[in-house]
């Protein structure tokens, strides 16, 4: 028995909670002649037809549940309309007749499911022209003798005059007295001074030929707060509006005739219908827990969710006139969009409801203070009386932002003679949130980040300690850096690393010793190559550095091709100047650079000079110098006969064999017998080659040149040009490479023709065929250690 008290206060507790956690609907209060709202001042015709739409209830809920309405009539009284409980519309379900019913009381309510409001409503019934005039004492009947008239003159005469008759009605006090000017309306004003006229009603009596005296006396209604003058029926207030205690009062006014004798004759009674109407001298006011206010601050968490309501704001907003002027709008100033604001219509008074409209617009990030002004303005009224309130909502932060990169990508250019540990390019990432959902780590990735580190707090990348970086190797690297937040949120950058090249590779010489061979009025080629990965650095410029004899040629600085100078035309012209009379000449060729600092490499060139006349004699020395540049020519097309020979080869024996086959016999193995060439002229064609090669080495030894027997007198004590120095000897050649020129068909290209007494270019055959043999030879060994290098 002793938890009864308990269990009865935590049910009252719950009733509580649920009540302040649910507002009440209301209806809207549009005013007389508007057709919908909670029919206040409604009036209608008695001449309505029955099943006719006359209104529309409606109505609102601060939390937007579903709502419905009804109405409801006395038990003593006729249900005279009907109301769809969803939508509200009102149908007049029983025929009006003013004369016998002129108002109609119902109660008209409005739920939410959880709350009920009702209010007390009355229908003025309005009158029409249904009543025909009748005529009262009916019938009237007058009597004629049927004999009138005489005889004249032996004859019968009528004779007839026309008179005036006036019939004078004598009125008899059988009429009830008239009201005159109904239906009788009064109102009181908030301003209205106690002992006021508000309304007067004016009788008459329905006798109007001797009408009697006429006296007003107030029947009830009034509770004391009305009295009626018995004489003019002025009906006055006797107390303030404050005082009075109805918003409308519903009085009965009796009317007597007083015959001439002082008797009441007949009486009549009428309602009077007074209403207390409000002065619009009051604006809505705003009020918190504690009372009046007009600030209201909140905080919370940035992107609530979409449609949640601010339940941190206790928000109550009034209007302390009455009717139409306690009826104002509520909305939001400020950024649009964010939030909205429930109900936008309030009477009398309500509490205000806040609701997230736009979560994205609710960023901690853009603003950390949101303000906005809750505007109360009153709509029916001329004066548009209004308050504002302000809202204050104070965000708190979340993590909802990613690290974001400054630039999609960074680009960073270094030397590529950059120290292990040297610094390349600093990433930034930005998280705009705070605390430490704002500290960002850094860390990067990807095939080309091998080399590269990068600090997890600042962003800095710098190159691997032991890292080594070569432009000619790799000279670009694109790897990835990731910049993520302590829950994992992160975002992503490109970064490209470019090797600026830096001079530091010699150029390189095919081999520091060539021999090539120069048809006079045809340039040749000397071409060295830099390694360095970009210009300047790997274009390279050629420049004769030392000649023996000098000013023969000139060579183009960029591409290598050294020919003769314009003045010297003919083999004769060379004769003259050079020193042993072949036609031989030694150069000293450098390539430099054009990095800083310069670099420049030196080569020793060998050139025999011939011209196209002694070419056309020997067509295998001209397909020697043809090819000189390009010794794997000569040997794709000796490669090339040798196969047409093999394949001839084959198709001779599969014809023997098929053709031995067929007959059933074994043939006896042919041989074929070549006669051998006399030994005598091997013997001088080996002679030769060796007369050849050593005559060709002796061009580029160091001697001292005798005196030119040639020269004239004039020029005999003219000193010499000093004559090149010994060049290096020539990179000594494997034993199986030595082997691999062993090839008869090369050697075999050489055979001499008969040597014949003729003049010089039959002299010059030799060292230009075996000048083409050493060149060609020492390009075929260069590429053959090349290939089995890369092999």
Known sequence: ??????????????????????????????????????????????????????????????????????????????????????????????????????????????????????????????????????????????????????????????????????INVEDVQDMAPVFVGTP???????????????????????????????????????????????????????????????????????????SSAGSPVAQAMIPVTIRIVDLNNHPPTFYGESGPQNRFELSMYEHPPQGEILRGLKITVNDSDQGANAKFNLRLVGPGGVFRVVPQTVLNEAQVTIIVENSAAIDFEKSKVLAFKLLAIEVNTP???????????????????????????????????????????????????????????????????????IHPSTGLIYTQPWASLDAEGTSRYNFYVKAEDMEGRYSLAEVFVTLLDVNDHYPQFGQSIQEKTMVLGTPVKIEATDQDAEEPNNLVDYSITHAEPANVFDIDAHTGEIRLKNSIHSLDALQNITPNGDYTWSLQVQAKDRGSPSFSTTAVLKIDITDTETLSRGSMAAFLIQTKDNPMKAVGVLAGVMAIVVAITVLIST?????????????????????????????????????????????????????????????????????????????????????????????????????????????????????????????????????????
Request: glycine share 8%; proline share 8%; aromatic share 8%.
């Open 383 to 453: 004066e548009k009386f209004s308050s504002t309130a302000d809202i204050v909502i104070q965000l708190l932060d979340t993590n909802d932002n990613v690290p974001k990169f400054t630039s999609h990508y960074y680009i960073a250019r270094i030397p590529e003679n950059t120290l292990g540990g040297s610094n390349v390019v600093a990433v930034t990432a930005v998280d705009p949130d705070t605390g430490p959902w704002g500290k960002v780590k850094y860390s990067i990735y990807g095939t080309g980040s091998d080399l590269f580190l």
């Open 655 to 791: 014809a023997t064999f098929w053709r031995n086959k067929k007959s059933n016999k074994v043939q006896p193995v042919r041989r074929v017998l070549r006669r051998r060439p006399s030994p005598a002229p091997r013997t001088v064609r080996i002679e030769w080659l060796k007369f050849r090669r050593a005559k060709t080495a002796t061009k580029f030894m160091l001697k001292e040149d005798p005196p030119n027997e040639n020269c004239n007198n004039s020029s005999a004590g003219i000193t010499m040009p000093p004559r090149a120095p010994a060049p290096p000897p020539p990179p000594r050649m494997a034993p199986r490479m030595a082997t691999q020129w062993k090839v008869p068909t090369v050697s075999g290209s050489l055979t001499p023709q008969q040597p014949q007494q003729s003049s010089k270019p039959k002299t010059l055959g030799s060292p230009i065929q075996s000048s083409l043999v050493s060149e060609l030879r020492q390009k075929f060994e260069k590429k053959s250690v090349d290939n089995k290098a890369y092999f």
């Open 184 to 258: 009788y309306y009064g109102y009181v004003y908030e301003d209205t001074i106690p002992g006021s006229e508000v309304l007067k009603v004016v009788a008459i009596d329905g006798d109007r030929g001797k009408p009697n005296h006429i006296l007003y006396r107030l029947m009830n209604g009034s509770d004391g707060a009305f009295e009626i003058n018995e004489t003019s029926g002025g009906i006055s207030v006797l107390q303030s509006p404050a005082q009075l205690g109805r918003e409308v009062y519903e009085l009965h006014i009796q009317v007597t005739e007083i």
């Open 1 to 166: 028995m002793r938890c009864g008290p308990w269990a009865a206060l935590a049910v009252g507790l719950l009733h509580f909670c649920l009540a302040q956690a649910n507002f009440a609907p209301h209806f809207f209060d549009n005013g007389a002649g508007s057709t919908n709202g909670n029919m206040a001042l409604f009036s209608l015709p008695e001449d309505t037809p029955v099943g006719s739409h006359v209104y529309t209830l409606n109505g609102t809920d601060p939390e937007g549940d579903p709502i419905s309405y009804h109405i409801s009539f006395d038990p003593n009284t006729r249900s005279v309309f009907s109301v769809d409980p969803n939508f509200g519309n009102i149908t007049l379900v029983e025929e009006l007749d003013r004369e016998r019913e002129d108002e109609i009381e119902a109660i008209i309510s409005i739920s939410d499911g959880l709350n009920l409001v009702a209010e007390k409503v009355v229908i003025l019934v309005t009158d029409a022209n249904d009543e025909a005039p009748r005529f009262i004492q009916e019938p009237y009947i007058v009597l004629v003798p049927e004999d009138g008239g005489g005889r004249l003159r032996g004859a019968d005469v009528v004779f007839s005059v026309t008179t005036t008759v006036t």
